[in-house]
T-cell receptor
Framework: AQSVTQLGSHVSVSEGALVLLRCNYSSSVPPYLFWYVQYPNQGLQLLLKYTTGATLVKGINGFEAEFKKSETSFHLTKPSAHMSDAAEYFCAVNQNNTNAGKSTFGDGTTLTVKP | NAGVMQNPRHLVRRRGQEARLRCSPMKGHSHVYWYRQLPEEGLKFMVYLQKENIIDESGMPKERFSAEFPKEGPSILRIQQVVRGDSAAYFC????????????????FGPGTRLTVL
């Protein structure tokens, strides 16, 4: 079984401030972890993913996330927020086993960036 | 290489009608996944298909919903006798395979079909 919890359904930051979106997961086997961004009325775009190897993963648009097995976390960060980062962000987990296929998503965090 | 295509982008149905949602995966992709996103919620897995096979339908409601991915043509998600609670965004994703040699193949998402049931 696998699950994802995103702490904070809404996060508001000022332009130029640090962005931190939290994600904790539960998985019975080593996970694959993902962050997606969704702009209004659009589909999901992959920001970054962790499969194996280096635990600090860099993605597009200056975002990065760190896989911490001991904390079962995969928090998303960006040093300096830009107005164009305002969107909804989803964390997802996929099980690293032979039945891999479906992804389990968190409920999302809406990021607001204030000028 | 075109991305995942979904049509229609918006679909309005009255209660009791049928809704057909189409998904054309990316070229070379043989795996299709359908997800549903209710307002203010994340995506919930519905069904995972390969060509002519349903691999996992654990997220699909037992009644009124069906999915297929024929040998030729797009994948179809069919909802019979729609009710207001079916109003949601339905997303399709595709991947070349689910797993290759112990690795993972990314799922690419379509723009979604927004179903409104009046």
């Amino acid at each position: 079984a696998q699950s994802v919890t995103q702490l904070g359904s809404h996060v508001s930051v000022s332009e130029g401030a640090l962005v931190l979106l939290r994600c904790n997961y539960s998985s019975s086997v080593p996970p694959y972890l993902f962050w997606y961004v969704q702009y209004p009325n659009q589909g999901l775009q992959l920001l970054l993913k962790y499969t194996t190897g280096a635990t600090l993963v860099k993605g597009i648009n200056g975002f990065e996330a760190e896989f911490k097995k001991s904390e079962t976390s995969f928090h998303l960060t960006k040093p300096s927020a830009h107005m164009s980062d305002a969107a909804e962000y989803f964390c997802a987990v996929n099980q690293n086993n032979t039945n891999a296929g479906k992804s389990t998503f968190g409920d999302g965090t809406t990021l607001t960036v204030k000028p | 290489n075109a991305g995942v295509m979904q049509n229609p982008r918006h679909l309005v149905r009255r209660r009791g009608q049928e809704a057909r949602l189409r998904c054309s995966p990316m070229k070379g992709h043989s795996h299709v996944y359908w997800y549903r996103q209710l307002p203010e919620e994340g995506l919930k897995f519905m069904v995972y298909l390969q060509k002519e096979n349903i691999i996992d339908e654990s997220g699909m409601p037992k009644e009124r919903f069906s999915a297929e991915f024929p040998k030729e043509g797009p994948s179809i998600l069919r909802i019979q006798q729609v009710v207001r609670g079916d109003s949601a965004a339905y997303f399709c994703a595709s991947s070349p395979t689910a797993r290759v040699g112990g690795g993972y193949n990314e799922q690419f998402f379509g723009p979604g079909t927004r179903l409104t049931v009046l």
